[in-house]
């Protein structure tokens, strides 16, 4: 069958009301396809089947050694969506020398959650040998396969000093998959926000709303970045105050001095139009 075709097949299904079980085994030999499209797509749908595409874990897992990277990233979240049965594939993809294939390992194993517990040691095992971008990763999953913040916060805190802003926005990004957790490091987190990066402070906008600090601590900053040089950055700002609602309302003066259609859902949506 012609690339095109099986593309668009397997796109039928993604759709919402398709069930794609029924074709799992048609849909997972699809990851042996030169194409990479084809074996994204598949990959895609798989992790749309969840739990029951358990029997594809396995290529799922070589599809982490792809050269591609929305390949790696699109097998790594259907692995994580299939849930305890990739564990123990995974922590042997952690043996791997390539550190974007232990990345997408790790990524997986972090979305699972506790259900990943037994990975624990082996992920604090790889951690010190890897590079910063793989330290990070494994700081962020031990926190969040443990439940305990504090077993993979403070590397990321000290990430934040990086000379590097892509290393300081890597470890904000991090930081974000701990969600509430997170809290104690709000006060380096804004910090961040006033970063000489503009790619750092968009960053830690972003982070502030994720781990949904509090209110009181985080509409007057965002107020502040609303003026800020970088497009990017104005645009996170406001859509951080449009999540916190009618909490935000002190931000109302300053966003009506804005046009735009970030500026007016954030409008309405604090003030209970949107």
Sequence with gaps: MPDENRLAALGQLMAADVDASPYLAEVAANLADEDPCVRQMAAAVLGKIGAPAAVA????????????????????????????????????????????????????????GPEARESLADLETIAPRGPLTVQMACAAAVARISGDASRGLP??????????????????????????????????????????????????????????????EVVSPMVRLLDDASPEVRMNAMIVLASY??????????????????????????????
């Design 57 to 112: 874990v396995r290529p799922l897992c070589r599809c982490l050694t792809a050269a591609e990277d929305d390949l790696r990233a699109i097998a790594s979240f259907a692995l994580a969506r299939i849930g305890h049965a990739s564990v123990p594939a995974l922590r042997l993809m952690l043996q791997f020398s390539d550190p974007r294939t232990v990345a997408a390992a790790v990524g997986a194993l972090s979305q699972i």
């Design 245 to 274: 609602g009618d909490a935000a309302s002190a931000a109302l003066p300053a966003l009506r001095k804005w046009t735009g259609a970030a500026a007016n859902a954030a409008i309405e949506r604090i003030s209970g139009n949107g």
């Design 155 to 216: 590397l990321l805190l000290r990430a934040l000093d990086h000379t590097d802003p892509s290393v300081r926005k890597q470890a904000l990004e991090r930081i974000t998959e701990l969600g509430p957790a997170a809290h104690p490091a709000i006060p380096r987190i804004l910090q961040c926000a006033a970063d000489p990066a503009p790619e750092v402070r968009a960053a830690a906008a972003l982070t502030l709303g994720r781990i949904r600090a509090p209110a009181s």
